[in-house]
T-cell receptor, first 111, second 115 residues
Framework: SQKIEQNSEALNIQEGKTATLTCNYT??????LQWYRQDPGRGPVFLLL?????KEKRKERLKVTFDTTLKQSLFHITASQPADSATYLC??????????FGTGTQLKVEL | GAVVSQHPSWVICKSGTSVKIECRSL??????MFWYRQFPKQSLMLMAT?????????EQGVEKDKFLINHASLTLSTLTVTSAHPEDSSFYIC???????????FGSGTRLTVV
């Protein structure tokens, strides 16, 4: 069966460090993968999309890598700030443009 | 651009009553909208896909008679939770696709509490 797995344990890092979150998937052949941010009690907010033929994508302090051989995406936040604290979700699109989400990883950036 | 407005943001209702949640695309036409449910500390689970002018497609295990979805126009989709019970208490989120399906924008969610 199809699975998208993210580290369910919260990631605590110090302000200024780089946060790295992992998304692994099985039984998918995605054309692209997306990352979202979700704050408590709010809907997800789109951050980045990376296509299967792209190895890396950057947007300001964010960087996403996509390894279709390993079936893995890494999401990096450089120079992290307390305001980056949130839950980060990866998502893959399947048939009918339906998005399936990973379990999410909660990031806490401490002063 | 590509904003989805969802209302209400929270609602408390009595067991046995029905609740309607609205999702509007403000600055684009949403041919397809999606409805998700999220329980505490869990991920979003897709409930159904609604296409304008046709019946919604429900995911396995989602009761179509309990969760009524209407997508009567290109800018409005509604989810009605009928005969709500405490186990229906959850966070409901709508989403719409744009840019040929590459982009997805989400509503701010509705916290439903059934007492």
């Amino acid at each position: 069966s199809q699975k998208i797995e993210q580290n369910s344990e919260a990631l605590n890092i110090q302000e200024g460090k780089t946060a790295t979150l992992t998304c692994n998937y099985t039984n998918y052949s995605p054309a692209y993968l997306q990352w979202y941010r979700q704050d408590p009690g709010r809907g997800p907010v789109f951050l980045l999309l990376i296509r299967e033929n792209e190895k890396e994508k950057r947007k300001e302090r964010l960087k996403v890598t996509f390894d279709t051989t390993l079936k893995q995406s890494l999401f990096h936040i450089t120079a992290s700030q307390p305001a980056d604290s949130a839950t980060y979700l990866c998502a893959l699109a399947g048939g009918g443009n339906k998005l399936t989400f990973g379990t999410g990883t909660q990031l806490k950036v401490e002063l | 651009g590509a904003v989805v407005s969802q209302h209400p943001s929270w609602v408390i209702c009595k067991s046995g009553t029905s609740v309607k949640i609205e999702c509007r695309s403000l600055d684009f036409q949403a041919t397809t909208m999606f409805w998700y449910r999220q329980f505490p500390k869990q991920s979003l689970m897709l409930m159904a896909t609604s296409n304008e002018g046709s019946k919604a497609t429900y995911e396995q295990g989602v009761e179509k008679d309990k969760f009524l979805i209407n997508h009567a126009s290109l800018t409005l989709s509604t989810l009605t939770v009928t005969s709500a019970h405490p186990e229906d208490s959850s966070f409901y989120i709508c989403s719409a696709s744009y840019q040929g399906g590459y982009g997805y924008t989400f509503g701010s969610g509705t916290r439903l509490t059934v007492v």
